[in-house]
Structure formats: structure tokens, C-alpha cells
């Protein structure tokens, strides 16, 4: 199968998400460093989950980007969505057990799509 070309409504919601996910994901476990503290100093420790829903998944990666608005027009792989989900999902995972969170992970993927 044939890798195809990003449209820029994809680059986009890549670059969205690329940035939002961790920022949220940073911004809870930060909020829960205190609740983690306190219950450690009763030999406790807090949890956490985190899920990542992407309804319209996609294929996941793409040969490169079409004419870009967002000045990126190399032909090297590009990752969708899944992806970037998950690897920041990782990243979240990572920091939030740096807190001294216990972290469950999860993801919901679809290819949903809408008719207009």
C-alpha cells in the first residue's frame, strides 16, 4: 500500500495535537504532585489514567506533506496521529511516575468520519 500525502487540515491537527496533548498532559500531572506527596507520606501512592480517544485515527503515517502553510514541504515520513498520540501519551506516562504517580494508559482509535 502506498503511503499518501498529508493535506494541510492534517498537518494541522498534527501539529495541534503534537503540542496540546503534552501541555494538558503536564499541566493534570503537575496539579496531582501534591495529592501524590501527601499519600506517600502515608506509604500511599497516587493513581492515575490516562486515555487518548482518537475517533478519526487515520492510517497513522504519510509519504510527506502536500503544499504546506506551515512550511514544511520535505518528502521524508510523516506520522499520524495514532502515533504522535502514543508517543506522547509515553512521554505523559514517563513524567507523571517521575511525580510518583502509579499511571495507567490506554487508547481508543477510530476512522470515523463525517459527511457534510
Known amino acids: ?69 506551515l512550511r514544511d514541504e520535505s518528502e521524508e515520513t510523516k506520522f499520524g496521529s495514532p502515533v504522535i498520540g502514543l508517543r506522547t501519551l509515553e512521554s505523559i506516562k514517563d513524567f507523571a511516575e517521575e511525580a510518583g504517580l502509579d499511571v495507567q494508559t490506554n487508547a481508543i482509535f477510530g476512522r470515523g468520519s463525517v459527511t457534510v
Open 1 to 69: 500500500m502506498a503511503l499518501e500525502l498529508r493535506d494541510t487540515q492534517t498537518q494541522v491537527k498534527h501539529l495541534v495535537l503534537g503540542k496540546y496533548i503534552p501541555r494538558w498532559g503536564y499541566i493534570i500531572t503537575n496539579g496531582l504532585r501534591g495529592v501524590a506527596a501527601k499519600l506517600a507520606r502515608h506509604g500511599k501512592r497516587a493513581r492515575v489514567h490516562f486515555i487518548y480517544v482518537d475517533a478519526c485515527a487515520g492510517v497513522g503515517r504519510y509519504a510527506g506533506d502536500r503544499a504546506s502553510a
